[in-house]
């Protein structure tokens, strides 16, 4: 039995903000609170003010604001000698530097985030920042490595019955499924957590569960017009909330959708809606894969091989370095489905 879904990161004076909070309101509130903290002199309450703020800007798309902030609330949990509002502003640290594409960066703040949880005796600090851990992981498509911690995180969130952490290790583990083929598994789990964030009143993770949903019956049963409802459904959400990172994502799963049903020219200027969103915001993970999208969707649309081979060639360079495991195996597979070698781009050259 699970009870209605919370918000964590929103701490000390900022606890009434709900999980549905639109993202400007949890802004403009934690700025409140924050100065009149910092005017009273109580860094444990800075430090959490803060925390919200930082996560605000984050989901906002606002990094470098997001940068400043989580920094910020770590140094003031650090004077208060507040272990578990450490743990709360490095786990937001690891969330943003995955968001930015730092992936060895956000594993080491978030192991720290997790250690300084338990050692604090914040239970859901540490399950926050291993869920963190594993989610780096799964993005990286190491999937082995991160299965049993899914598995377990799940566990913890059942017993406890907190709804939006046990959404959360779903939709991981259905998206592991989804990318491995097990779209049968994958369609029940995306369809569990949204029934779960449903009832809970999560509606950020039933978004993300639409969306998940929406994937599945797209590549499953080529359903366009009921994945394109799903994701009408998120997006109405997304935007509610003001859900930037969500939303782009939502962007570029409909250009994925356009482009299965061959509907190439509607799924570039999804590609490029999405491409943009990302860039606003400094997501290379959302950057890659919509300029991945775009480029298979030019090349249907006509585009010069060489060019569709050199734009193809620099993805997977560009993943490479990121770390991506399975999105360079989508580069691959779109060599293939495109009949472009990988070579292509010196044979073109030479020609």
Known sequence: ??????????????????????????????????????????????ARSGLAVAEAYRRLGRVEDADRAWKASYRAARQA??????????????????????LPLARRLLQLAADLG?????????GYSLAGLAETGRIQGD?????????????????????????????????????TGRYDTAYALFEEAAQIAARAEDRRGHAW???????????????????????????????????????????????NILYRAGRYTQARELYERALA???????????????LGLAKSLARLGRDRAETAAELADLAGL??????????????????????????RATEAAR
Request: glycine residues 10%; hydrophobic residues 40%.
């Open 143 to 179: 999937y082995e490595a991160v299965e049993r911690l899914h598995e377990q995180l799940l566990a913890e969130a059942r017993r406890r019955g907190e709804a939006r952490h046990t959404v959360w290790a779903l939709e991981g583990i259905a998206q592991m499924h989804r990318n």
């Open 118 to 126: 338990e050692r604090g005796g914040d239970v859901v600090a540490r």
């Open 277 to 291: 969103e990302f860039r606003e915001m400094s997501e290379p993970r959302g950057e890659a894969l919509s300029r």
């Open 319 to 344: 993943l490479e370095r990121i770390g991506l495991r399975h999105a360079r195996e989508m580069v691959a597979r779109a060599h293939e489905e495109l009949g472009i070698p990988a070579d292509a």
């Open 209 to 255: 569960a639409l969306r998940g949903l929406a994937d599945v019956v797209s590549v499953r049963d080529g359903d366009t017009e009921r994945a394109l409802e799903l994701l009408s459904e998120a997006e109405t959400t997304c935007r509610a909330m003001r859900l930037s990172s969500a939303l782009a994502y939502n962007h570029k799963m409909r250009g």
């Open 1 to 46: 039995m699970y009870g209605k879904a919370f918000a964590p990161e929103y701490q000390g004076a900022l606890t009434t903000l709900s999980v549905n909070s639109s993202l400007t309101d949890v802004l403009a509130a934690g700025t409140e609170q924050l100065k009149a903290a910092e005017r009273a002199g109580q860094p444990g309450e800075v």
């Open 81 to 102: 000698g507040d272990l578990a509002a450490m743990a709360w502003a490095l786990w937001s640290g690891g969330t943003l530097a995955r968001q930015r594409g730092a």
